[in-house]
């Protein structure tokens, strides 16, 4: 199989899963739900884990705030370097039957930045407070699902994302410790 046949095979598959996943933003229950999981995971939600850190964690915590905060910036550089090159148009402008159930933050939409951040900060708390995990884990996977259900992302999208985010936290915490 040719890369070519394989990115289109790829494509096929992906757009199938955003047609599927966006008929379910059409639910009532469903549409509010992750429309509030993607308004938190705006920066809410992220803020007050942070603002949490040194409450839970005293002196060190101011630290893991540190780390957090500069991991997101760097975060918010990359994507927003990577968005402003690769320009690929969000899901209910390029694809038919796409509704979008949200209004999106910026005009591209890959990688995903709410789900780059919301996993390198998932990954650097748990790693601090291992108990943050039963919250923020199911956080972090309603995230990603709601990019592509809202849709305003490929599954692509957040997958890419979710890989630059865990590599940032990765490599902050192997620096802080």
């Not at 199989?1 to 966006?22: G, H, I, T």
Request: charged residues 15%; proline residues 5%; aromatic residues 10%.
């Amino acid at each position: 199989m040719s890369a070519q046949s394989l990115f289109v095979r790829v494509d096929q598959v992906e757009r199938r899963l955003c047609l599927v996943a966006n008929v379910a933003a059409r639910w009532r229950v469903v549409r509010p739900l992750f429309r509030t999981v993607s308004r938190l995971g705006d920066g809410v939600f992220w803020y007050a884990v942070i603002a949490l850190m040194p409450v839970l964690l005293g002196v060190r915590g101011f630290v893991v705030a540190a780390q957090m905060l500069a991991t997101g910036a760097l975060g918010l550089l990359v994507y927003k370097f990577l968005k402003q090159r690769l320009v690929r148009e969000r899901p209910f402008i390029g694809l038919a039957g796409i509704q979008c159930a949200m209004p999106p933050l910026d005009r591209y939409s890959f990688p995903s930045g709410h789900t780059l951040h919301a996993v390198s900060f998932t990954i650097i708390a748990v790693h601090h407070v291992p108990e943050f995990a039963i919250v923020l884990l199911p956080f972090t996977v309603l995230v990603g699902m709601s990019r592509v259900v809202l849709g305003l992302h490929y599954p692509t999208d957040v997958i890419v994302g979710a890989a630059i985010g865990a590599g940032l936290a990765f490599g902050s915490n192997s620096l802080i410790g």
